[in-house]
């Protein structure tokens, strides 16, 4: 393709270059000429020195992001930019496919006037002295442009490495310097969510970001305009009738039946990872489980069945506590009534760096009853501040007798808990922590045979979800007759 005057004429405006000159490959294989989506013009329309972009599945801000820094490149001297992948298979995919396929078929003028000094081991160097390096790591990069991309899968498998990510990516960009971190929801937890929760926060606030906060830029799934489909034979069922109708009176968006019906074949398919890959809010995005989550279906059905919701204190009723203690870790306290059948969570308390006495006190301030008070199963061995175990320090110092958890398997101890959770309800005012943990809580991943383990990951979402675990195996006939003999606790019936 070789460029006419009037072409030519609008070289200096980059916006005509990225609808103009560029070629990708698209969904189907075939090499097309980009053009901006909706989605893609809002982003570069408002973007700021750092950006969070909260995003739903193959609205094509990856491919923009990695077109809009080759543009950079090519028509700023002495730029650096870095596009970081969690695999060295990405990082060859992203450089062959998005930068090399674009420059590649560039009109040969414009490549002739913006040849390459370099263009091999995942690096593209100009003339200009401009380039950008494709790579896994940020670390000893000075960067005035850099992009990272699904930070939040990143995350989910591969927490340290994304946490490294990070830590190598932040110096990299000085301010005045461009940074994309861009993904899907991944659940509640990790560096994208909680980049994500800051970004959504300073966004309340009425005052203008400084250029090295994060503006926060989210992109839902109506918003891409392939997301539709013929309607004819879809039958919309009326629980996503009442959804759509719900999103619509908030977002004051209207959807068309040909998006309506594209939401319920693609629901269909998806399930429950729906909000996940295809949000309508920032909200929806996260409020579901990641994948390999112990309690996933369990918590679904407790939030379908309005057992998460108010379900305060009640004075007729003692409150059993079940700890888990952590020795240089956090400690987490589950406050539990048994009603009847039910098994009501009415409090919940975590901390780290604390010892027992600053616990004891934090219970002496509340207005419960108490009743049992349930502990790990390995308290005797630990040593916690005081030169004696847990157990001595706490019936010696404070009065309390701490009943020890059954020494069961930790599986069948998930099984136990995943059997509770169907008895009980969680008062949400004042369980914000633990409902986070119990979402969040799963099995780790195996990053070399591609699989989940059978053991839990150990992270934050750890020492709550322990707490539960040695509350639900102190039940009767969850594994009591390998635990050692009940100790009455001397606070039992007494108000503290």
Same mark, same amino acid.
């Given at each position: 393709?070789?460029?006419?005057?009037?072409?030519?004429?609008?070289?200096?405006?980059?916006?005509?270059?990225?609808?103009?000159?560029?070629?990708?490959?698209?969904?189907?294989?075939?090499?097309?000429?980009?053009?901006?989506?909706?989605?893609?013009?809002?982003?570069?329309?408002?973007?700021?020195?750092?950006?969070?972009?909260?995003?739903?599945?193959?609205?094509?801000?990856?491919?923009?992001?990695?077109?809009?820094?080759?543009?950079?490149?090519?028509?700023?001297?002495?730029?650096?930019?870095?596009?970081?992948?969690?695999?060295?298979?990405?990082?060859?995919?992203?450089?062959?496919?998005?930068?090399?396929?674009?420059?590649?078929?560039?009109?040969?003028?414009?490549?002739?006037?913006?040849?390459?000094?370099?263009?091999?081991?995942?690096?593209?160097?100009?003339?200009?002295?401009?380039?950008?390096?494709?790579?896994?790591?940020?670390?000893?990069?000075?960067?005035?442009?850099?992009?990272?991309?699904?930070?939040?899968?990143?995350?989910?498998?591969?927490?340290?490495?994304?946490?490294?990510?990070?830590?190598?990516?932040?110096?990299?960009?000085?301010?005045?310097?461009?940074?994309? @971190? &861009?993904?899907?929801? /991944? #659940?509640?937890?990790?560096?994208?969510?909680?980049?994500?929760?800051? %970004?959504? $926060? *300073?966004?309340?606030?009425?005052?203008?970001?400084?250029?090295?906060?994060?503006?926060?830029?989210?992109?839902?799934?109506?918003?891409?305009?392939?997301?539709?489909?013929?309607?004819?034979?879809?039958?919309?069922?009326?629980?996503?009738?009442?959804?759509?109708?719900?999103?619509?009176?908030?977002?004051?968006?209207?959807?068309?039946?040909?998006?309506?019906?594209?939401?319920?074949?693609?629901?269909?398919?998806?399930?429950?990872?729906?909000?996940?890959?295809?949000?309508?809010?920032?909200?929806?995005? @996260? &409020?579901?489980?990641? /994948? #390999?989550?112990?309690?996933?279906?369990?918590?679904?059905?407790?939030? %379908?069945? $309005? *057992?998460?919701?108010?379900?305060?204190?009640?004075?007729?009723?003692?409150?059993?506590?079940?700890?888990?203690?952590?020795?240089?870790?956090?400690?987490?306290?589950?406050?539990?009534?048994?009603?009847?059948?039910?098994?009501?969570?009415?409090?919940?308390?975590?901390?780290?760096?604390?010892?027992?006495?600053?616990?004891?006190?934090?219970?002496?301030?509340?207005?419960?009853?108490?009743?049992?008070?349930?502990?790990?199963?390995?308290?005797?061995?630990?040593?916690?501040?005081?030169?004696?175990?847990?157990? &001595?320090?706490?019936?010696?110092?404070?009065?309390?007798?701490?009943?020890?958890?059954?020494?069961?398997?930790?599986?069948?101890?998930?099984?136990?808990?995943?059997?509770?959770?169907?008895?009980?309800?969680?008062?949400?005012?004042?369980?914000?922590?633990?409902?986070?943990?119990?979402?969040?809580?799963?099995?780790?991943?195996?990053?070399?045979?591609?699989?989940?383990?059978?053991?839990?990951?150990?992270?934050?979402?750890?020492?709550?979800?322990?707490?539960?675990?040695?509350?639900?195996?102190?039940?009767?006939?969850?594994?009591?007759?390998?635990?050692?003999?009940?100790?009455?606790?001397?606070?039992?019936?007494?108000?503290?």
């Amino acid at each position: 393709m070789i460029l006419t005057e009037a072409e030519r004429k609008h070289l200096s405006n980059p916006v005509w270059r990225l609808n103009n000159l560029y070629w990708v490959i698209n969904e189907n294989g075939k090499a097309v000429k980009f053009k901006m989506r909706v989605a893609q013009r809002k982003l570069l329309r408002n973007m700021a020195f750092r950006n969070i972009i909260l995003k739903g599945r193959q609205l094509g801000f990856s491919t923009f992001i990695q077109l809009y820094i080759l543009d950079c490149i090519l028509f700023i001297p002495n730029l650096r930019a870095a596009i970081i992948a969690h695999t060295k298979e990405d990082m060859a995919t992203i450089y062959r496919d998005k930068i090399i396929f674009a420059y590649d078929h560039l009109p040969p003028e414009i490549r002739a006037e913006h040849p390459a000094k370099k263009k091999d081991a995942g690096e593209l160097l100009l003339e200009n002295n401009s380039g950008v390096r494709v790579t896994t790591s940020a670390r000893g990069t000075t960067a005035q442009l850099l992009h990272v991309s699904e930070l939040g899968r990143i995350g989910a498998k591969y927490p340290q490495k994304a946490k490294e990510i990070i830590k190598g990516c932040i110096p990299a960009v000085h301010e005045g310097g461009i940074a994309f @971190f &861009e993904s899907t929801a /991944e #659940g509640q937890e990790g560096v994208f969510y909680d980049m994500c929760q800051q %970004a959504i $926060n *300073r966004c309340a606030m009425d005052r203008p970001l400084s250029p090295l906060e994060f503006k926060m830029h989210f992109f839902p799934w109506y918003e891409k305009p392939t997301n539709k489909t013929s309607p004819k034979y879809i039958v919309v069922p009326v629980r996503l009738q009442e959804y759509f109708k719900s999103v619509q009176a908030v977002l004051r968006v209207k959807f068309t039946p040909e998006q309506m019906a594209w939401y319920t074949v693609t629901e269909g398919i998806l399930g429950e990872d729906m909000k996940a890959e295809n949000p309508s809010t920032p909200e929806e995005a @996260f &409020e579901v489980s990641i /994948e #390999g989550a112990y309690y996933k279906r369990q918590m679904d059905k407790m939030y %379908a069945e $309005n *057992r998460v919701g108010e379900f305060p204190y009640n004075p007729k009723y003692s409150v059993d506590t079940a700890w888990d203690i952590g020795h240089g870790d956090a400690t987490a306290i589950w406050f539990r009534q048994k009603i009847g059948r039910w098994n009501n969570i009415i409090d919940y308390m975590e901390a780290s760096g604390e010892d027992l006495p600053y616990f004891v006190e934090r219970l002496k301030e509340k207005p419960y009853t108490y009743g049992r008070m349930i502990a790990p199963h390995d308290m005797g061995n630990m040593i916690w501040g005081t030169g004696h175990t847990v157990l &001595e320090t706490a019936l010696l110092d404070h009065g309390i007798s701490f009943e020890i958890a059954p020494n069961i398997p930790i599986q069948d101890g998930i099984q136990a808990v995943r059997a509770m959770l169907g008895k009980t309800r969680i008062n949400e005012a004042t369980c914000e922590g633990l409902l986070k943990v119990v979402t969040s809580y799963r099995k780790d991943w195996n990053p070399q045979m591609g699989c989940w383990k059978s053991a839990p990951r150990h992270d934050n979402n750890s020492n709550g979800s322990d707490a539960g675990r040695y509350l639900a195996v102190s039940e009767p006939g969850a594994g009591k007759k390998k635990g050692k003999p009940k100790q009455e606790s001397p606070l039992k019936g007494c108000a503290t």
